[in-house]
């Protein structure tokens, strides 16, 4: 019996003390900065058009087959102004599907995925766990806006920055070979 | 009809689960009991079966971690680590030193967080209903410091064959110091709470016991098996990645009851935060990642490994037919291996203790049926 009582007490002693939990729907704790939520798709706005070239690595990668991609010749390279060859035309990831993992970011070469900080995409519809295209790069252009992401290997992938590369290049090479061909126009395409 | 026939009693069948809150998943009990007392009991598995060692052989061996993650979904990191030195053991790779310690810290801090969560839980099997109160905010605190190192509170995916994704943040050393000191105390308020409360001692001293020959016959691992007396713990007997240049102590009990393998439990967080605390001190700068191909493809070949995890003697048995993906992949699950005692320890205790018994052996139902 007393021995009960001390027992009670000690639980008596703790009931004063200040809560130590969250109450979640009326009080949301802040994500950490790696947080990874779903995946979302990253714009190019040098060229206003997805970093994602369709070349369907995270797509193979993917440990649970959720997303999927479909891509087309890119309009852009044709006139110059991008210098993606193929750029992506659908992407669907089935958010129930997918496990957060970050193999997707892992493995692309392009910038074009990113873990972004949703995870509060609930929704009424059966539909409404895929994300399209649309909803991605918005989803994408959150993120960057929260984290103030930067491409990691902007020389290869960002089309101001690579386009300008290719015309140095080009301008050096045409530079090279007109010094031996004693040429005498100079390259104007600096950016 | 004799007078002793009309006296005889029958066994009753009680069926304990799969629906049962104290079974911590879907776990069935099948009870033969005779009065009050259990006579036999029959262990019911495979509800949550999801053929994870299957599907493995499908997946190349980067994608196989985050099927380790979903095994024993409590302690993540330290089933990550098994199957990454295996693949590595398998390859012939040695991470780097600064990996080994990243990789030590987290796992023991998962270790830490594994144990609340079973202290919490434990108490409300035996119906004291604050202590998961304290010991889920100290997981919470473990749990926000993964979220910044790995990107995730529980399927972190971050150790890889060859070391760790990425190196940790710049503020992690003095984060986790801190970390450590509040869990400490956090430890140390649940620990006065509950461990010598008279209550929780009259449910626990003296029941399930289990002497030493019956505990290694059936092959009890862990916690569970250091409370019988038998000092075995991987890290010490078989040490890997950087526990030998730790010093710590291997906290062993004499009664084999459940209040003994709950409280090693408490003990070997205090141990945990001191073999944190030893890394940090210990770690140095360099590379996380071993340099290696980006796709792992070890050699035609088999190895087991095994390591401590917070319940035990965890192995995985890894073939590999050297391609990309691996030929086999078995894994001893320390949960699975300790329920083999259940019956033992169960035999001739209270209906009542059933519950005390069945959470001191804290299974996790993701590693029991795989």
New interface residues.
Partial sequence: MIGTLKGMLTTARWLLKRPVTAHYPEQHLPVQERYMGFPALLMDDTADEPFCTGCMVCVRECPTQCMSAQMHDNPKFADGTSHRRKIINEFEINLNRCILCGICVDVCAFDAIEMSYEHELASYARTGSRADLTLLLDLGRRYVDMSGWNPENPEKNVAEVALAKRAAAAAAKAASAGDAAAADEPSEEEE | MTTEQAYDTVDMMLNMGPQHPATHGVFRMVLTVDGERVVDVTPHIGYLHRGSEKLAEN??Y??VI??FDRLDYVSNLNNELIFCRAAERLMGIDPPERGQYIRVVLAELNRLASHLLFIGTYAIDLG?M?PI??G??ERERIQ?MF??????RM?H?FIRIGGV?EDV?PDFVPRVRALADDVERGVEEVD??LTF????L?RTRGIGVIDVPTALSCGLTGPGLRASGVAYDVRKDYPYEVYPYLSYKVPVGENGDCWDRYYMRVLECYESLSMVRQCLDQMEEGPVMAQMRRIARPPKGEVYVHGENPRGDIGVFLVSDGTDKPYRVKVRPPSFCNLVALRPMMRDAYIADAVAILGSLDIVLGEVDR
Wanted: aromatic fraction near 10%.
């Fill in positions: 997946e190349s980067g994608q985050t099927l004291a604050t109160m304290y889920f905010r926000n979220e910044s190192v790995t990107g995730a399927m995916n994704k943040p006065r709470l409360n008279e209550v929780f009259a």
